[in-house]
């Protein structure tokens, strides 16, 4: 297999979720971390971005971007996506049910959102998703993510001083 590469900040984000199913999936990644705005416009004027967004996905040859279109097809080729359309389903309700906050892409920060809601009549869902931790969390590659180098520390100053550069905002 050739290298796989994301191109992202060197922080969460929406490349968190990615990472995350990389390592699931059991495939090494490097990562390119933007800082520049003149990275960016690059991979934009290169054509690599048809969104002009992050993050990106080199893998099999592929230039992939939008973040439900490179979980998904990690998902496929990890064997990770059910074995009929409606274990798909099933994966996907998981997949879109932890994208409900806008400033979170993981299960893991959804978790803590909920755990200080959870009086706040979603109880049944926090312990779906607690135990959705759990198992998840033991996989032993998920396990070695969460515990390694790749996994990125919460949002901090830096990156979003990083964000803001490289998307000229
Ligand atoms: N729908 C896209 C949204 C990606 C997105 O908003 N990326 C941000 C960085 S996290 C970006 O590149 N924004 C630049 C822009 O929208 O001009 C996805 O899920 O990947």
């Not at 990389?22 to 971005?49: C, P, Q, W």
């Not at 973040?67 to 309700?93: F, H, N, P, S, W």
Request: overall charge positive; hydrophobic content about 40%.
């Amino acid at each position: 297999m050739s290298q796989v590469t994301l191109h992202y900040f060197d922080g969460r984000g929406k490349g968190e979720i990615i990472r995350f199913m990389l390592s699931a999936a059991g495939i090494k990644f490097n990562e390119v971390f933007l800082t520049k705005r003149e990275e960016m416009v690059k991979l934009i004027t290169d054509g690599l971005l048809d969104f002009n967004q992050l993050p990106l996905l080199d893998i099999d040859g592929l230039r992939l971007v939008q973040t439900g279109a490179i979980v998904r097809y990690i998902a496929r080729r990890g064997g990770l996506y059910g074995k009929d359309d409606k274990e798909a389903a099933v994966v996907d309700k998981f997949f879109e049910g932890q994208r409900i906050s806008t400033t979170t892409t993981s299960p893991w920060e959804h978790l803590h959102i909920n755990s200080a809601r959870k009086n706040n009549g979603i109880k049944c869902f926090h312990v779906c998703l607690q135990q959705f931790y759990k198992t998840v969390s033991s996989l032993p590659n998920i396990s070695a993510f969460l515990k390694g180098p790749q996994r990125k520390r919460a949002n901090d100053e830096r990156y979003v001083a990083d964000v803001k550069r490289v998307l000229a905002w």
